[in-house]
């Protein structure tokens, strides 16, 4: 069965600063999906972020970036330039491309940033 | 844009209690989900539909059912609630294909007493 894991239940980080979130999963497959998804205090799941697995170039969305070792089996996310609203949840997500398409995600990481 | 509507958003049952979590997405997608996030845990699969008709097992399918007649709505059926029922439930829909990003409800708060 396909887990992903993120080993750090809680960090922080200063307001400017930059933070990296870690998450490794495990599978067999070839073709899937990895996501990051944040949820602040609303409880709404917001995308933050998505690579595909046949991509080799890791993917970037404004201050958001990850880096993706399909090898190693690890996807982290780094945030730079830390701002109040990155304060949320963090959720790493994989998914298989292709067949039953089934969403895990790992347990989460809750961030902090401080002024 | 609508996107994914659960209602309610707030719900208190008793023991033995059943209720229906609906959830209707106006965005055509064919995949759709039920989670269930427990306190500082991530989100657990109960089930899911691939298209109108077809619904599996997640995770965590016990003691919830689901059906699919369109493509719109999964309603999850809670029969007999129980206080391990008590949690925060989250619909998704996705579409199968190369974006395949999955669109979240605001979610349901559960408590059974």
């Known amino acids: 069965a396909q887990t992903v894991t993120q080993s750090q239940p809680e960090m922080s980080v200063q307001e400017a600063e930059t933070v990296t979130l870690s998450c490794t999963y495990d599978t067999s497959e070839s073709d899937y999906y990895l996501f990051w998804y944040k949820q602040p205090p609303s409880r709404q799941m917001i995308l933050v972020i998505r690579?595909?697995?046949?991509?080799?170039q890791n993917a970037t969305e404004n201050r958001f970036s990850v880096n993706f070792q399909k090898a190693a089996k690890s996807f982290s996310l780094k945030i730079s330039d830390s701002q109040l609203g990155d304060a949320a949840m963090y959720f790493c997500a994989w998914l298989r491309q292709g067949g039953s398409e089934k969403l895990v995600f790992g347990k989460g990481m809750k961030l902090t940033v401080n002024p | 844009n609508a996107g994914v509507t659960q209602t309610p958003k707030f719900r208190i049952l008793k023991i033995g209690q059943s209720m229906t979590l609906q959830c209707t997405q106006d965005m055509n997608h064919n995949y759709m989900y039920w989670y269930r996030q427990d306190p500082g845990m991530g989100l657990k699969l109960i089930y899911y539909s691939v298209g109108a008709g077809i619904t599996d097992k997640g995770e965590v399918p016990n003691g919830y059912n689901v059906s699919r007649s369109t493509t719109e709505d999964f309603p999850l059926r809670l029969e007999l609630a129980a206080p391990s029922q008590t949690s925060v439930y989250f619909c998704a829909s996705s579409y199968k294909g190369r974006r395949t990003e999955a669109f979240f409800g605001q979610g349901t708060r559960l408590t059974v007493v």
């Open positions: 690579q595909e697995a046949y991509k080799q």
